[in-house]
């Protein structure tokens, strides 16, 4: 069994903190983690079921770091897994200055909130990482060739794991037959996002207003959370609402805990996302699975998951031809249907969390025998 720690910036419901416990639930190795705890419920869940080391590392502390290399002396890991760019600085320091034999292993998570000049900087930054990481993770093939674009001298240690999506909880939301019907004369369309510039939200209340000039029949619910550094946004898309008059139509919602959100994506027929670029989006995964009409746009991490058949690609900022597309499946029964079928099949080889966590538990067999 290999003992294995995973540094987390926070622990909370994230990707790199969700996707760490599912992988731990059915792997033959030993996984810890190491994080910020942010959320105490879900920390007192896992009590039982590995060890919690609560260390802050959303920043970079000498006290954190001795602290942290004290645990992995104490334990004997032989592999760190960092979650993203908070756990890789602790990562390197510690290879560097406390164990230079301990292998490190590092899923990007949230570059995808960079854009232009500051995407640029934050692989300058990974470019440092890259020093002392034996290994990488992408979470789509997209994501691995932004990545390689950037980063060409790493292509031999990437390797593309998705994101386990598809577990008992929504296997059992869903059931063994779920069909959803078009009898319901009213466009429901839902997202489940974070409220936040490069989910590009703006562009779903252009599609809104568009929509709005062919019908007043449909409402779209946004469920996101936002955070203290982008309530300017979530102003701004409050005040765009009322002067396009979508107030009747348009609905920002509070985040919902993971199993209100599935049951919502239960009932709702369509869902839509205009990100401007994603790793592997989960919610969508869970929509396709929930047998929605998926609407997405064309972009990095959408292009990954929905396919041909499977769903509706949009173009960037172009809400007249969107709104056309999800009207003419609104009026067509048999192309509903079908794509709402196709939606759920797609997604079930792919994203299965017990058959990705046993990719992760060769992947990292692979990185100690070859070490």
């Known amino acids: 069994m290999i003992k294995i720690l995973n540094l987390i910036s926070q622990l909370n419901t994230g990707g790199g903190s969700?996707?760490?416990?599912?992988?731990?639930?059915?792997?033959?190795?030993?996984?810890?983690?190491?994080?910020?705890?942010?959320?105490?419920?879900?920390?007192?869940?896992?009590?039982?079921?590995?060890?919690?080391?609560?260390?802050?590392?959303?920043?970079?502390?000498?006290?954190?770091?001795?602290?942290?290399?004290?645990?992995?002396?104490?334990?004997?890991?032989?592999?760190?897994?960092?979650?993203?760019?908070?756990?890789?600085?602790?990562?390197?320091?510690?290879?560097?200055?406390?164990?230079?034999?301990?292998?490190?292993?590092?899923?990007?998570?949230?570059?995808?909130?960079?854009?232009?000049?500051?995407?640029?900087?934050?692989?300058?930054?990974e470019s440092i990482l890259s020093l002392v990481n034996d290994g990488y993770i992408c979470v789509s093939n997209s994501e691995k060739n932004e990545v390689i674009s950037f980063m060409p001298w790493i292509k031999p240690r990437v390797v593309v794991i998705a994101n386990g999506v598809i577990d008992d909880e929504i296997i059992a939301i869903r059931g063994k037959n779920s069909k959803k019907k078009l009898e319901d004369k009213n466009l429901d369309i839902v997202c489940l996002t974070r409220i936040s510039p490069e989910k590009n939200i703006e562009f779903t209340l252009d599609i809104a207003a568009a929509i709005l000039k062919k019908t007043c029949k449909f409402t779209i619910e946004i469920y996101g959370e936002s955070t203290k550094k982008n309530q300017k946004y979530k102003t701004f898309l409050e005040n765009k609402i009322k002067s396009m008059g979508l107030k009747k139509n348009v609905f920002i919602k509070p985040s919902l805990k993971r199993e209100d959100a599935l049951k919502v994506l239960k009932t709702k027929r369509f869902y839509l996302t205009t990100s401007s670029r994603e790793g592997l989006p989960s919610s969508l995964i869970e929509a396709m699975y929930l047998d929605c009409i998926i609407f997405a746009t064309k972009v990095r991490g959408h292009i990954d998951v929905v396919r041909k058949n499977s769903g509706i690609l949009i173009a960037v900022n172009k809400e007249k031809e969107a709104a056309e597309k999800i009207i003419k499946v609104f009026n067509n029964i048999n192309e509903f249907e079908y794509l709402s079928k196709n939606a759920h099949a797609s997604v079930l080889s792919e994203y299965h969390w017990k058959d990705n966590a046993k990719k992760l538990d060769d992947y990292h067999k692979g990185i100690l025998r070859n070490g």
């Open 18 to 125: 969700i996707n760490t416990i599912r992988a731990s639930k059915t792997s033959e190795n030993n996984h810890d983690i190491a994080a910020k705890i942010t959320n105490k419920y879900l920390a007192t869940d896992l009590k039982n079921k590995m060890e919690i080391f609560d260390i802050n590392l959303s920043k970079l502390s000498f006290i954190s770091l001795k602290v942290l290399s004290n645990v992995i002396k104490k334990k004997n890991y032989q592999i760190i897994h960092a979650q993203g760019r908070g756990g890789a600085v602790y990562g390197l320091f510690i290879k560097l200055f406390f164990n230079r034999k301990i292998k490190i292993v590092y899923t990007f998570r949230g570059f995808t909130k960079f854009s232009g000049f500051k995407l640029l900087l934050n692989f300058l930054f």
